[in-house]
């Protein structure tokens, strides 16, 4: 494929060339048989002619050709690496998240100019995601900078209300915290310190109410996001909203974009676009399915109630509540995974 590939292009760039050349040459006609009273020569004419068949059938076929290749690579490499981290995946080239949909959830400015391909939407230990890349393009005191990334949403098990967003790096600048005084009260937020000076020196975070957001972000969870932090040395803003668990990294990359060198090995690609999807694994393996980090989430949710009993109607007896009763007064629960955070217990 990369052979054929090459050939054509670069018959399509000769053809182009060629063109050029007959241009010239048309244009030294012209020049020619403007004194000449007959005008314009059938010679003149023809060169002119091949001149623009040639420039246009050259562009369109190291278009095409390019074109072609490029995908027949990213469904190759995208579905090889998903294969091998992911329990089910789908990968769409040509699909993605639309501009309306993400800007609705106030994370970040997504701009008229924006696009989404390359989704791949899967499941990873029974938690549904979608991940697609993004372009947008968007004008700062008159000056014009696009910028690549990628988004990716997660169910999330734990039930919640509020808005919760927590950004990193120079994603603090590009995130949405709606704490100005045009914002709706419905969706306005504001800024949360988790009393963490580490945590809070390195995210910035808005919500809407702090004792749901102190739920999520609990000691394992933020310890967690730091990890994430200065291990991948990523700037990037993740938000609960609606239901969900969004994940938003800008970094001026298409995650399987074609590589620029000839010489570049497939495996090298194939480990690069492993890394960055693992990101996902990452997310649910650490921030979701954790039994440590659902531990804190039964925890906090047991301390609601037990503050609250007349909103919730349970009945918490009074004294200290073990991580065990906790996990098995949390919803109903099967005797393999009790079982299981057991032996976790012991371990």
């Not at 000056?143 to 808005?163: A, L, Q, R, Y």
């Not at 609606?242 to 800008?250: F, K, M, R």
Request: hydrophobic letters at 35%; a negative charge.
């Amino acid at each position: 494929m990369q052979k054929k590939t090459d050939i054509c292009t670069k018959t399509g760039t000769a053809a182009q060339l060629l063109g050029i050349s007959l241009f010239a040459w048309g244009f030294i006609g012209i020049l020619w048989d403007l004194p000449s009273p007959e005008g314009l020569s059938a010679k003149t004419a023809a060169f002119l002619i091949f001149a623009f068949i040639f420039c246009i059938g050259g562009y369109l076929l190291e278009k095409t050709t390019r074109k072609k290749y490029n995908r027949s690579y990213k469904n190759n490499v995208m579905n090889r690496v998903a294969s091998e981290l992911f329990d089910e995946h789908e990968f769409h080239i040509d699909r993605g998240f639309s501009a309306g949909e993400l800007r609705d959830k106030g994370l970040i400015t997504v701009p008229l100019r924006f696009r989404s391909d390359d989704l791949i939407k899967g499941l990873y230990h029974d938690v549904g995601f979608m991940r697609a890349d993004f372009a947008l393009r968007k004008t700062m005191l008159n000056i014009s900078m696009s910028t690549k990334g990628n988004w990716t949403v997660f169910t999330f098990p734990k039930p919640f209300t509020t808005d919760l967003q927590v950004s990193c790096g120079f994603m603090k600048t590009e995130s949405r915290i709606r704490t100005g005084a045009l914002t709706s009260k419905e969706k306005k937020r504001h800024i949360l310190l988790t009393g963490d000076e580490e945590f809070d020196r390195e995210f910035t975070c808005s919500c809407q109410n702090d004792e749901e957001a102190l739920s999520l972000l609990t000691p394992g969870v933020r310890k967690k996001l730091l990890a994430m932090r200065y291990l991948r040395r990523v700037s990037f803003v993740m938000g609960w909203v609606d239901g969900e668990l969004h994940l938003v990294v800008i970094n001026g990359m298409d995650t399987a974009a074609p590589p620029v060198r000839k010489d570049a090995s497939l495996e090298t690609e194939l480990g690069r676009i492993k890394e960055d999807l693992s990101v996902i694994c990452e997310i649910i393996d650490e921030l979701i399915m954790s039994r440590s980090i659902f531990a804190d989430y039964v925890m906090a949710e047991l301390e609601k109630i037990k503050n609250q009993p007349y909103e919730t109607g349970y009945d918490v007896p009074a004294g200290e509540i073990s991580e065990a009763d906790a996990y098995e007064s949390y919803g109903e629960t099967n005797k393999e995974e009790k079982e299981g955070y057991e032996r976790l217990g012991e371990t």
